[in-house]
């Protein structure tokens, strides 16, 4: 199941990209993505309360809240960093040099996370970062 929760996740963050570069146009990159924070935000809590799941915020440990606000500062950088890119270049680079963070990620699993690094993973890393590259160059 985790696999079509995360391909959908990919479906709509391409979505998200075109929408984003057609929506930009005129726009300041900082506004446009506050904006799109206010419907994130709407849309995360709407989520919350047609779940029920609002009575868990006091089970909430110190560390995951640390860890949560870290992750939404990360969140709010790299949205800024995107729309800025997304305003000032082609979607069709920005899109991906942004996918380098799945490279990113397995890197930052291994050495934080003590995630394995297998033959599979390295070639797979290899290949995004050539795509890539082949890509915007």
Same mark, same amino acid.
């Given at each position: 199941?985790?696999?079509?929760?995360?391909? $959908?996740?990919?479906?709509?963050?391409? #979505?998200?990209?075109? #929408?984003?570069?057609?929506?930009?146009?005129?726009?300041?990159?900082?506004?446009?993505?506050?904006? &799109?924070?206010?419907?994130?935000?709407?849309?995360?809590?709407?989520?919350?309360?047609?779940?029920?799941?609002?009575?868990?915020?006091?089970?909430?440990?110190? /560390?995951?809240? $640390?860890?949560?606000?870290?992750?939404?500062?990360?969140?709010?950088?790299?949205?800024?960093?995107?729309? &800025?890119?997304?305003?000032?270049?082609?979607?069709? /680079?920005? =899109?991906?040099?942004?996918?380098?963070?799945?490279?990113?990620?397995?890197?930052?699993?291994?050495?934080?996370?003590?995630?394995?690094?297998?033959?599979?993973?390295? =070639?797979?890393?290899?290949?995004?970062?050539?795509?890539?590259?082949?890509?915007? #160059?």
């Amino acid at each position: 199941m985790w696999f079509v929760f995360a391909l $959908l996740s990919a479906v709509f963050a391409a #979505l998200t990209s075109i #929408l984003a570069k057609v929506g930009i146009e005129g726009v300041n990159s900082n506004l446009a993505t506050a904006i &799109r924070t206010v419907v994130v935000l709407v849309m995360a809590w709407g989520m919350v309360f047609l779940t029920n799941t609002q009575g868990g915020i006091s089970a909430i440990s110190k /560390k995951s809240w $640390l860890f949560l606000i870290l992750s939404g500062l990360a969140t709010g950088a790299s949205w800024l960093c995107y729309y &800025r890119a997304l305003q000032i270049g082609e979607a069709s /680079k920005v =899109v991906p040099v942004d996918k380098l963070s799945v490279v990113i990620t397995l890197v930052l699993a291994f050495v934080f996370l003590h995630e394995n690094f297998t033959a599979k993973s390295l =070639v797979g890393a290899v290949l995004i970062t050539a795509g890539t590259l082949i890509m915007v #160059l």
